[in-house]
């Protein structure tokens, strides 16, 4: 693994300009209280799972940690234990991504894909974070057309307007309001933090490590800065632009360099020789087909049975290219083939199978409440509409999406309190593994986190595309620095990049 500093290594990959990053220190109300130990209860796990040794059980946690005597919620935990007790050094707290994601099978899912020394010592423990099932859920009761992804990301319409994401961010905000219950309006990143610290000490440690990616490094960084001297040792996967003054509009804002930072890769893909699916010739040629291909969807819509819409529009066509970004071996075919058959008229491959209708309302809720109970969100039309055309000029392949408005824009509850802010002073065993080129987490938002967290994180640049660094999308200089430093908690001694 090449050694640099981290100026040279932001320098290489791409530069930023580091600003905004000001805003006070936002420390939550008897952060530093001692969460109390209340042993758990260890049964079998309700949905099985491929691994018999995993074990679910429940935290309960103060509602609302303002009012720690009133009403508590359920938190449901995981754990598959250390393979070698002589070994154990403790508990790993895999901390999902989304907001909406769940990390209750990891242990025995991704956990599996561990190095044999890093099971060895972990027990491995995952949760589903407060509000999202089989925690104590909620669930705004959306129609069913508001749970449409090209809904819930705010896309612009053809022509650029924003009238219809406001109307949208009304109406699945109001449904919200009225079926969300008490426990949406404490569903947000500090909570979820909290949280951990309940279940830490529900689990008998002193000090916890964790693997945290995509939103998850975000609740990582979080939960250091919040509790410092609960924190082992901490990775952080695929990092969040952690702007205190923006969270969750700076993430989406990042669909834009990260769509721009992954097409090049597809487009030499798609267009190479050996390629199960040829678009074209050359990579330069890849481009404008697609922009001419979701312009003429955007005119005249494909029939797409079981979608959701039951269409293909343009929208359509840049929100699955933005999915298929996430995961580059495996999903760079189904956005081609679905582009070579819209180019041929030829019948569509059949529409991704949705989730539940239980669960799509459930990640639904807690996602926008997450996102919108953390940082307050502009609530005018004309706020929007001069950033979208700026975003659609700048960025045609997202065509504006990343600045518009979602639900948020129309919420109905302040912020309970300023977001934290992400600061040097906490946790120095931070080790951060970022891939160079990253559709969801781009580069340029991990540089803005990295920069946040000074002197006591390093960062491992890895050169490499999708979403998701260590196991998943990077490489093995990547997995190998992430592997020793769960293992022995040693850190390359500056920041470096794998080639």
Known sequence: ?????????????????????????????????????????????????????????????????????????????????????????????????????????????????????????????????????????????L?????????????????????????????????????????????????????????????????????????????????????????DRVVLDSNDDPDPARLSRAWLAGYE???????????????????????????????????????????EPIPWPGANPPRLDGNVLRQTMLDSFYAPQSRFPVLARLIRAALDGTPLPPAPTPPSQEQQQNLAAVAAATLCNDVAWPSSAADYRGAVAESRAAHPLTAGMPRNAMVCAAWPYPPGRPPVRITGSGSSRVLMVQNRRDVATPLSGALRLREALGGRAVMVVVDSTGHGAYLANGNACGDRAVSRFLTTGARPGQDAYCG
């Open 1 to 141: 693994m090449k050694q640099t500093t981290r100026k040279k290594a932001a320098r290489a990959v791409v530069s930023i300009a580091l600003l905004g990053l000001v805003a006070p220190l936002a420390q939550a109300p008897s952060a530093a209280a001692a969460a109390p130990h209340v042993p758990l209860r260890w049964s079998a796990c309700q949905d099985g799972g491929p691994d018999p040794r995993r074990l679910c059980a429940t935290v309960r946690v103060p509602m609302d940690y303002g009012a720690p005597g009133g009403r508590t919620i359920d938190i449901a935990v995981s754990r598959v234990p250390a393979e070698n007790p002589a070994a154990r050094r403790g508990a790993l707290l895999l901390i999902p991504g989304g907001p909406g994601g769940s990390s209750l099978g990891d242990p025995s899912g991704k956990g599996r894909k561990l190095p044999q020394e890093v099971r060895d010592r972990y027990d491995l423990i995952g949760f589903a974070p407060r509000g999202l099932a089989p925690s104590t859920s909620v669930s705004c009761g």
């Open 143 to 231: 129609a069913q057309e508001d749970l449409a992804l090209t809904r819930l990301r705010p896309w612009p319409a053809p022509d650029g307007s924003v009238d219809g994401n406001m109307a949208t961010a009304r109406r699945t905000a109001e449904a919200c309001a009225r079926n969300g219950g008490a426990l949406l309006r404490h569903i947000n990143t500090v909570n979820e933090a909290r949280d951990i610290d309940r279940v830490r000490a529900a689990l008998g440690e002193r000090r916890i490590s964790a693997w945290g990616v995509s939103y998850g490094t975000y609740v990582g960084a979080v939960f250091t800065q919040l509790f410092p001297h609960r924190a």
């Open 257 to 299: 360099t990260g769509a721009e930072d992954t097409f090049p890769e597809f487009a030499a893909w798609a267009s190479a020789p050996g390629s199960p699916v040829r678009l074209a010739a050359t990579a330069s040629e890849v481009r404008p087909l697609f922009l001419r291909l979701a312009a003429r969807l955007d005119r």
